[in-house]
DNA sequence: TAGCCTGTAACCACGCTGTGAAAAATGGCC
DNA sequence: GGCCATTTTTCACAGCGTGGTTACAGGCTA
């Protein structure tokens, strides 16, 4: 949020040389990094590039074109996408919109407009997203620090790998709140959760365990049965009094009878 | 949080009487809300408005137009912005994008479209956002928190399961007005209750329980008998020592009348 | 009083999560 | 390039929470 904001990145698919010439002169200019694909890369490659937005000309794939436009979407929700496209019509814009893509423009079109959509596209993103604001966060005796990429409790480095990281990172500055899996993984991993995927419970484990280790008498992680996990410095365990079981006896029963596990 | 949606609504600056009726048109017949408007209003109008987009034609409002622009975007971040104009040229719809707007369509253009770029605006803005998308809910001494999937009486949490949690949520959004079973179930559940289906009954049993033993001064959920639940925080039944039994007309007596606050 | 509606408790099946370990991928080092 | 250590991902399985059903008892309406 300070004045230091990294340069805009983007991908550029398109394979005419004229208008990517043109367009990639006035990125230089205001300071823009750019990376231009003559054709569809998987979008895990997209990921690792770090850009901001996509600028793809879904023509120039062919029929796959709308099959890449829809993938790269639902994969990449953070990713901006624009289409760009010579002569396209009312519903063929409109069938690129509702794939997911955030803006269209017509070719031609000049160069400034589309880094002006551009930015809008991304601003959005960058105003409100969970973006790489590198402030420290501290709960309790937890201090993160970005910078560092490392995480202390009373003052010791809790050790932890960089997804372990990432993940107290996000769940910590989210303190209090319910996340979903889905949203932690499209967080964390970059890109979209597949279905069945449990990488996220593994890593919740790991942390619980580093964190219990260091402070045995706090619970930091809570199970959202159905959602999801939230992150809170609590109590572990007090005990609560009373439970108010009106019988006594009967839950004794039923605990009797629950321990039907056959071997 | 469940299937349920809202409907889209957007809030339209414009004139143009012919364009924005086959707009609203379209957006009737695609369920959206929209509120018609044929000069600027405050911004705050807006947020009490509650809705997801300004459709905003800047030339109408003259020379005041980018200013306006630039006062709303600024002052409402969350608030899509899509701008519409008569053959605006490339540098105007720059400045439009570079003073807060999302998008911009040039007029005459096809409603469709309008709606599509709208939704996406939107769609981005929801994707992002750390869905605080429902408000907390407080009635005496209970409150609920949707981000936290939560809810409280005097800070102790109730510890609730998924569907416990949305029925409360729904029936204490709701404070004082009576829910049938097949909207309290097609809200809850997402989808038509079957015929003789009783897990209304036993949920709203569960929430009672949990609800009495952290405060058994209150009932908070009252029964209508043949039709549904009503929330609302009453003192429960004294139980004065006089009285071998309940007088069942006054019982009656209170479910109907003593309403408190219908909001 | 008869009949339907609701309160209540117990039961069971399913899916979700915790957990350990193996397999695969990554990255550093020689 | 090949090897080793670390990290990440996948997999299998056990345990249990949760949600939905059912049955019975009690209450309300007509």
Redesign the interface.
Known sequence: MSDARPPMRVAIIDNDSGFVRVLTNRMDSAGWQHRVLSSAVPPQELVAMKVHALLVDVSILGNEGWGYLEKVCSLL??LGVLVTMNGAT??Q??KG??L?????VNKPC?P??VM??T???V???R????GADDAPVMVGELEIRPDQFQAFISGQSLDLTRREFELLYLLAS?D???LERD?IYQSVWGYAMAHGDRSVDVFIRKLRQKLERRSPAFAYIHT????GY?FAVETSVPDLPGP?KEDPGREAERDAEATSAPA
């Open positions: 929700p953070d009312v519903s814009r409109v919109l509702r997911g893509a955030d803006d269209w000049h400034e407009e002006a959509r930015e809008a596209v601003r959005r993103r105003r409100v997203g969970s989210n209090g709140t319910v949203r959202h049965f159905g959602v939230r108010d």
